[in-house]
């Protein structure tokens, strides 16, 4: 099991930029963000295949965050750019050893998230 330790979460006006971070024990084939609102389900943001460097974002991102990986440090960075209120919630790391990756995929292990808030 891949221990996850998230960070970086707060609170900013519309438009702001905050930049997350995911510390982990392994690095397995596919790592990944999702967020939840609440009185939701927890949603699929971007995801990253750690062997090819493929990545993957939902369509409402559109430009606006970027996932990556430092693997000497051991962290899953995710750039949140021009945020929105609707981008509030709490934002998860999560890990897949095996299989495909893309945002849907159905992750294993998770972090214990850290909250966005998005308001003027």
């Known amino acids: 099991q891949v221990q996850l330790v998230e960070s970086g979460g707060g609170s900013v006006q519309p438009g702001g930029s905050l930049l997350l971070s995911c510390r982990y024990s392994a690095s397995v084939r596919c790592m990944g963000w999702l967020r939840q609102h609440p009185g939701k389900e927890r949603e699929g943001v971007a995801a990253l295949n750690t062997g090819g460097g493929s990545k993957y974002y939902a369509a409402f991102v559109r430009g606006r965050f970027t996932i990556s990986q430092d693997k000497a440090k051991n962290i899953l960075y995710l750039q949140l750019n021009n945020l929105k209120p609707e981008d509030t919630g709490m934002y998860y790391c999560?890990?897949?050893?095996?299989?495909?990756?893309?945002?849907?995929?159905?992750?294993?292990?998770w972090g214990q998230g850290t909250q966005v808030t998005v308001s003027s």
């Open positions: 999560a890990t897949k050893p095996t299989g495909g990756c893309s945002t849907n995929a159905e992750f294993r292990d």
